[in-house]
């Protein structure tokens, strides 16, 4: 007798065990545009500049010299910037 209950107990730890992780799963959401905890995508948040001429040169520029992180960001912007105001003199 007591090693059927002793099954028993096994059996029904075994089977709460197993059935709790199924139960632990949460249902997928839906969530909508005005819902306080959606997050828009840095894309949705701020519309892309079309890229000038004077921009894509510079980043040629600073590809072929190797330029990464900030010195690649400096480098732009000072490109850019000596690129407008050649732009403006012509």
């Known amino acids: 007798m007591t090693t059927f209950s002793s099954r028993a107990i096994v059996t029904i730890f075994a089977s709460l ?21 959606t997050k828009a995508a840095p894309a949705e948040k701020k519309a892309e500049k079309p890229r000038t001429a004077e921009s894509l ?16 960001k400096k480098f732009r912007s000072e490109c850019k910037k000596t690129a407008a105001g050649a732009t403006k003199a012509n």
């Open 17 to 37: 065990i197993l059935a709790g992780s199924a139960f632990a799963q949460t249902p997928a959401t839906t969530t909508t545009p005005t819902s306080p905890t």
């Open 57 to 72: 040169e510079c980043s040629k520029q600073a590809d072929a010299k190797g330029l990464h992180g900030k010195e690649r």
